[in-house]
T-cell receptor, first 110, second 115 residues
Framework: SQQGEEDPQALSIQEGENATMNCSYKTSINNLQWYRQNSGRGLVHLILIRSNEREKHSGRLRVTLDTSKKSSSLLITASRAADTASYFC??????????FGAGTTVTVRA | DTEVTQTPKHLVMGMTNKKSLKCEQH?????MYWYKQKAKKPPELMFVYSYEKLSINESVPSRFSPECPNSSLLNLHLHALQPEDSALYLCASSLEGGGSRNEQFFGPGTRLTVL
């Protein structure tokens, strides 16, 4: 399995602003998943984008995938205080394993 | 029911104790997972069960012993743990292990403290 590397490590934005974070990985994938974790709690699956997809939307979330650059981005639009969390990408080969990167910690200021 | 439940929420144990963590899901998922997460770190995979059989053990010390009594339940038996084993233990499940549909559903975790 492989690990994603998220960038930036931390992000602080004002409520209503957009937040963008990036994920890079090293080898070929079946899909790439994004998860959110609120402080000290379980992870919540946000979105799964398959290797043959380039962009996917879910509510205020927009995910892009560029397999030629081995990178993905997660955009959260019109952020809210409830979006304060750590966000992890998990580039997923065709097996059971999810390997998470260090994550991006997002703080949304009121 | 789209929930993974874990009990207990918190556990404090001594190094000589034996305890168990429990995880349950009723989504008909056939793959279940244990992860360990230290503070400010990402979750690390420990074990994977697929169709009630252990399919992956990520070189976890034998003081952690997983068990899958049936397709809805996953246990993690703990014995002779060390203080460095203190962490958040997360259980997850997915429809199946590999293939395209491997979105994982996580429980809220058990916060374990080893004294």
């Amino acid at each position: 399995s492989q690990q994603g590397e998220e960038d930036p490590q931390a992000l602080s934005i004002q409520e209503g602003e957009n937040a963008t974070m990036n994920c890079s990985y090293k080898t070929s994938i079946n899909n790439l998943q994004w998860y959110r974790q609120n402080s000290g709690r379980g992870l919540v699956h946000l979105i799964l984008i398959r290797s043959n997809e380039r962009e996917k939307h879910s509510g205020r979330l927009r995910v892009t995938l560029d397999t030629s650059k081995k990178s993905s981005s997660l955009l959260i639009t019109a952020s809210r205080a409830a979006d304060t969390a750590s966000y992890f990408c998990a580039p997923t080969p065709n097996d059971y394993k999810l390997s998470f990167g260090a994550g991006t910690t997002v703080t949304v200021r009121a | 029911d789209t929930e993974v439940t874990q009990t207990p929420k918190h556990l404090v144990m001594g190094m000589t104790n034996k305890k168990s963590l429990k995880c349950e899901q009723h989504m008909g998922h056939r793959a279940m997972y244990w992860y360990k997460q230290k503070a400010k770190k990402p979750p690390e995979l420990m074990f994977v069960y697929s169709y009630e059989k252990l399919s992956i053990n990520e070189s976890v010390p034998s003081r952690f012993s997983p068990e899958c009594p049936n397709s809805s339940l996953l246990n993690l038996h703990l014995h002779a743990l060390q203080p460095e084993d203190s962490a958040l233990y997360l259980c997850a499940s997915s429809l199946e292990g590999g293939g395209s549909r491997n979105e994982q559903f996580f429980g809220p975790g058990t916060r374990l403290t080893v004294l």
